[in-house]
């Protein structure tokens, strides 16, 4: 798909998602996720990271929170595809996408920090500040966005600014880089109670990074075929 610069990029050679990008199946949006790199400016910082973890989410399906029905609060749920949906969990903001059909989206659960000509070494300095550990020193850079509140806190996402929102090239996108997953883990989402469609493999993993996301799924006592499948990059979803 063509990325052609627009007159707001941040720099010539930005490759942005657009908003058709994000106009596709859930499941698929969320393998195509992978690989991808957030970008949010703060002041003169491009803060970036790498998505490694995605969760998808239908209003047709009990996990999600669409199904509980459209409130002013989730309204970019059942907007176009790439609205943003931001919400608090577990005491911390979390990021969403908006996909094709009403009520569908991706969560972003986690990613690895990014570096670049344009997210140098002081970006990830940054990005420990805004999220040291609990003794208030720097995250190492494995766990630094190792879950959906983490990654948020890392590059300085908050709800009341960016909920309910288009992308803006000029504070905050999604940028192909060109970096594709060789292999992605598919198993079941994480944190989804009991009833509410638990088991649905909709959850993707780039395999590279396993080790870095909020639960590695292929840690000792996981069995392929059983716990997770493992897809080659030309895999289709099951």
């Known amino acids: 798909m063509p990325h052609a610069p627009t007159r707001s990029s941040?720099?010539?050679?930005?490759?942005?998602?657009s908003d058709s990008f994000f106009d596709r199946?859930?499941?698929?949006?969320?393998?195509?996720l992978l690989g991808k790199v957030i970008r949010h400016r703060c002041g003169?910082?491009?803060?970036?990271?790498?998505?490694?973890?995605?969760?998808a989410y239908y209003l047709a399906e009990k996990g999600s929170h669409a199904s509980l029905g459209y409130t002013e609060k989730r309204k970019a749920l059942f907007l176009g595809g790439g609205h943003i949906y931001m919400y608090y969990a577990r005491g911390g903001d979390s990021l969403n996408f908006s996909a094709q059909g009403p009520g569908n989206a991706v969560l972003i659960k986690s990613a690895y920090p990014w570096l670049d000509s344009h997210s140098?070494?002081?970006s990830l300095a940054r990005m420990q500040s805004n999220n040291p550990d609990s003794q208030g020193r720097p995250r190492p850079a494995g766990k630094l966005c190792a879950g959906q509140t983490l990654?948020?806190?890392?590059?300085?996402?908050?709800?009341?600014?960016?909920?309910?929102?288009?992308?803006?090239?000029?504070?905050?996108f999604v940028e192909d880089v060109g970096e594709?997953?060789?292999?992605?883990?598919q198993t079941s989402r994480l944190g989804i109670p009991s009833g509410?469609?638990?088991?649905?493999?909709?959850?993707?993993?780039?395999?590279?990074?396993?080790?870095?996301?909020?639960?590695?799924?292929?840690?000792?006592?996981?069995?392929?075929?059983r716990d997770f499948y493992l897809l080659a990059a030309k895999d289709e979803h099951r």
């Open 10 to 17: 941040p720099w010539p050679d930005a490759r942005a998602l």
């Open 44 to 55: 003169e910082l491009w803060l970036s990271a790498r998505i490694i973890e995605t969760e």
């Open 151 to 172: 990654l948020c806190k890392a590059l300085g996402l908050k709800v009341p600014d960016w909920d309910a929102r288009r992308f803006d090239p000029q504070h905050l």
């Open 120 to 122: 140098p070494d002081a």
């Open 180 to 185: 594709r997953p060789s292999r992605v883990v």
């Open 196 to 225: 509410r469609d638990e088991h649905l493999p909709y959850r993707f993993v780039d395999a590279a990074f396993a080790g870095h996301c909020t639960r590695n799924p292929l840690r000792r006592g996981q069995v392929e075929g």
């Open 25 to 32: 199946d859930a499941r698929q949006l969320a393998r195509d």
